[in-house]
């Protein structure tokens, strides 16, 4: 008799069981987020006395040049977007026939070291805020802002050109069609930690920077 009701019993708490797992829920709920980016920009303008020019190459071409002569040029890189930006120039320079100019580079500092030299031939490069470095051949040299510049602000690339006042007809002969190119380039703040790195890692053109 104890045997019967016993399985009765566990009969219906097995039954129970099985109502009572059959009703259980969860208190659940499952909302999505989903994260819009707005996109900022990265744009600079470069400017040459003024007018906006995508690459400025200057050509020394004018048969009015002569030694002593100061030649603005006063070159500007702003920053027109919206974004925080690194930036910095890459100028180099050529001669249109072929010609050597590592000599007249030398003799515009009246010096052996190309760095001094060009800084007598490109006045106006800066050095507070900047790192400036000359390639070996001094036929490239890089402009870098330290500081990001925010929307609206400038950074200087150089402003004029001054030919040495001792320079003689063999000089400006080779002078004379020497072309100076300066190309611009930015990339955002956000995310790198200074502006070399920055450069570097956006533009092949950084990838041989010399050793500061």
Known sequence: MKKKVFIIALAVCLAVLSIAGSSIAYFTDTEQYTNVFTAGNVDISLTANGDTVNEA????????????QTIEKNVVITNTGSENAYVGAVITLTHADGKDINTIINKAGDTDSIPVAITALLTGLPTTGYDVRVSDNGLTIYVIKNDAIAKNETANVFEDVEIPTTWDNAEMAVFHNLKLSVVAYATQ???FSDAVT??????????????A
Do not use: C, I, K, R
């Open 189 to 191: 703040e956000a995310g």
């Open 198 to 211: 920055a450069l570097q890692a956006a533009f092949d053109a950084f990838d041989t920077l010399p050793n």
């Open 57 to 68: 190459t200057l050509s020394m071409t004018d048969d009015s040049v002569y030694p002593g």
